[in-house]
Nanobody, 124 residues
Framework: VQLQASGGGLMQAGGSLRLSCAAS????????MTWYRQPPGKEREMLVY???????NYAASVKGRFTVSSDATKNIVYLQMNNLEPDDTAVYYC???????????????????WGQGTLVTVSS
């Protein structure tokens, strides 16, 4: 199983970026995913808890600016980030929690899986 995060880059304040997290490795579907970020020199912060077909919860720091969507046919979860601020500068990670994936066998995952992180830099 592999989670591949991508889409980071350099953006001016007020701009938008869309991050992607693709799951591969005999995956039938993504049931849940969390997005985190870790600003330089700071602790990791959870931003979004996404449940497929269910409610998505956003941290106060990104609510109203960030939106999660998914493409079930591609096993990808997107994080659309609008109205970016310099404080959004961080490495962004995706993670699937326990039972966050369903394998082709029909079984749910019994481990957590992390993407490798993608750097977002927002200039003022």
């Amino acid at each position: 199983v592999q989670l591949q995060a991508s889409g980071g880059g350099l953006m001016q304040a007020g701009g938008s970026l869309r991050l992607s997290c693709a799951a591969s490795g005999n995956i039938l579907g993504i049931n849940a995913m969390t997005w985190y970020r870790q600003p330089p020199g700071k602790e990791r912060e959870m931003l979004v808890y996404f449940i497929s077909g269910g409610r998505t919860n956003y941290a106060a720091s990104v609510k109203g600016r960030f939106t999660v969507s998914s493409d079930a046919t591609k096993n990808i979860v997107y994080l659309q980030m609008n109205n970016l601020e310099p404080d959004d500068t961080a490495v962004y990670y995706c993670k699937t929690p326990l039972a966050g994936l369903t394998f082709a066998s029909g079984r749910d995952s019994t481990d957590e899986y992390w993407g490798q992180g993608t750097l977002v830099t927002v200039s003022s």
